[in-house]
């Protein structure tokens, strides 16, 4: 059953994401999305004739043999002084899936997590392709100087497994409309024990005008509005963010002052492959 998740626009009210996860198998495909902390598989199945029937036993070894796991564990630090990540979201997809792409226009899904943390639509729009393993967000905030550690179990056809991707978003919470993450990251090539760190970087959706003004900072820095369907930004298109101009940067009628600035990277993630 789905969950209406809250935004960015009660986080001055809740310091905890809510929301829940659904789950997608990959067309055509053995594969299976769950919770990070679940791991749903389907069995193949065959239509023969009586005389070259196999049993169930056989059946289920011949799966489990075109199949393989793959655990992952993720941790997340926030690296900034003053801006909140909401829930993070994140997926483990094939090469047909993308959350951004900079120069193009922010997907809805997008928009609403840069503009107010929610992650419902986004999780919707990645269910929705065929090359989504899984798809969730973690629950609750990443504060500033705070980690978060996530837990993957993906179920994958054995001859796929090596073509992974990871992907992670979230929004910066004292902004308009800015997210931070990590596109279409190769993971499928760990080896059990193997870590890779990145530096995740900050993106503007270029779905709302950055004025910084109190009424359009959802986060604790302005109580504001959150998502807003109207795109009042001429630019349309995800950019890398051009940074805060503050109070203390001469910018009166902002209401985030030097403490929301940032420098890229916003965060930090390494990623471990487990054994299975």
Wanted: charged share 15%; proline share 5%.
């Amino acid at each position: 059953m789905k969950h209406q998740l809250i935004g960015f626009s009660c986080i001055a009210l809740m310091l905890g994401g809510c929301g829940g996860s659904d789950s997608k198998p990959k067309p055509g495909s053995s594969s299976a999305m769950a919770m990070s902390s679940m791991m749903v598989a389907s069995s193949s199945t065959a239509v023969m004739s009586s005389s070259s029937a196999m049993t169930s036993s056989e059946m289920a070894s011949s799966s489990m043999a075109a199949m393989t796991e793959r655990k992952y564990s993720v941790t997340v630090t926030n690296l900034t002084a003053g801006q909140p990540f909401s829930p993070l979201a994140y997926s483990v997809h094939y090469s047909g899936f993308s959350p951004f792409t900079i120069g193009m226009p922010a997907t809805g899904g997008i928009e609403k997590i840069a503009e107010s943390g929610a992650t419902d639509d986004y999780i919707n729009e990645a269910m929705a392709n065929p090359d989504v393993i899984i798809v969730d967000h973690a629950m609750g905030l990443t504060l500033p100087g705070e980690s978060k550690i996530v837990s993957l179990n993906v179920s994958v056809e054995m001859a796929n497994a090596d073509q992974l991707l990871f992907s992670l978003v979230n929004m910066l919470g004292n902004t308009n409309d800015a997210f931070a993450g990590v596109n279409s990251v190769a993971i499928g090539k760990l080896a059990v024990g193997e870590n890779l760190t990145l530096n995740a970087l900050s993106y503007d959706a270029g779905t709302e005008m950055n004025t910084e003004s109190q009424a359009t900072i959802p986060g604790p820095a302005g109580g504001g509005e959150g998502f807003n369907a109207v795109r009042d930004d001429m630019v349309d298109q995800v950019t890398m963010h051009p940074g805060a101009v503050t109070q203390d940067d001469g910018k009166m009628d902002s209401t985030l002052t030097q403490v929301h600035r940032w420098d890229n990277p916003t965060a930090r993630i390494t990623i471990t492959r487990l054994a299975p």
